[in-house]
């Protein structure tokens, strides 16, 4: 089977300093792929490369068989590849209705673009309730809820999360893992980037540990939730 996403020997590089230093990997349509590892691994650079806003100083991007080198990130979108950021940066002055317009801005088709809004309501009620609020009156927790909401509206074919649970009371993240848990279940291809090892882990079908910007060991998600080193190095456990 073809991956719907083949990253081959990526390189990239801020200035002099080397961020990403030759990974490969795959994302298989309706899999969850989870990036691990510590601050500075090289986690955000890579989806920020995926997603056109970092120019890769070399290596392969294959993304629905199509090449994205040199691709605008507006043109990535498009073609069906979406980014909900760390930071969530959502538009603080408009409504959370108006954000999730926003995310659909390529699309043409109204009645579709309604039909997902209500779908991003059914997956987080509490933004249905308040869509008419100014989303900077939003919870952090909400803000992520809009966030992952915005980037579903362009209908990807594979939705790249960063950190979606940092900042959040556990509570909190353990409703926007429940959401992506239940993504998943819809048949939403996800590429997860989590610094909550075991979070991520637990719902990945395909899981990578990032080490100063190499990949330092590849498995399933419950392979490597169980293997002894990522326990040690990941969640706290002697």
């Known amino acids: 089977m073809t991956a719907l996403l083949e990253v081959e020997d990526l390189r990239v590089a801020y200035g002099k300093i080397e961020a990403v230093k030759g990974i490969s990997f795959s994302v298989e349509e309706g899999q969850a ?3 691990i590892g510590t601050n500075g691994a090289g986690k955000t650079t890579t989806l920020r490369t995926l997603s056109g806003l970092l120019k890769p100083t070399s290596g392969k991007i294959v993304f629905d068989g ?6 605008p990130a507006h043109k990535i979108v498009s073609l069906g590849l979406a980014h909900s950021p760390e930071g969530r940066h959502i538009f603080p002055r408009l ?9 659909a801005f390529l699309r043409k088709d109204a009645a579709g673009i309604e039909a997902d ?3 991003v309501y059914d997956l987080f009620p509490i ?3 308040r869509r008419k609020q100014a989303s900077g009156t939003l919870s952090g927790g909400e ?6 909401g915005r980037a579903l509206m362009s209908r990807p074919k ?7 649970s940092m900042g959040l009371s556990p509570i909190m993240m353990q409703k926007i893992m429940a959401t992506i848990r239940e993504l998943r279940s819809q048949g939403t291809t996800i590429l997860l980037v989590e610094q909550n090892a075991q979070a991520a882990l637990s719902l990945a079908d395909q899981a990578h540990v990032m080490e100063i910007g190499r990949i330092a060991l590849s498995g399933s998600g419950p392979s490597l939730l169980h293997d002894e080193s990522v326990r040690k190095a990941y969640l706290g456990e002697d």
């Open 95 to 103: 409504t959370i209705a108006e954000n999730l317009q926003l995310g």
């Open 33 to 35: 792929v989870t990036l």
């Open 158 to 164: 594979l939705l790249m999360l960063d950190e979606p």
């Open 117 to 119: 809004i209500r779908h």
């Open 143 to 148: 803000q992520q809820m809009l966030a992952m």
């Open 127 to 129: 933004l249905g309730e």
């Open 66 to 71: 199509r090449p994205l080198t040199g691709v």
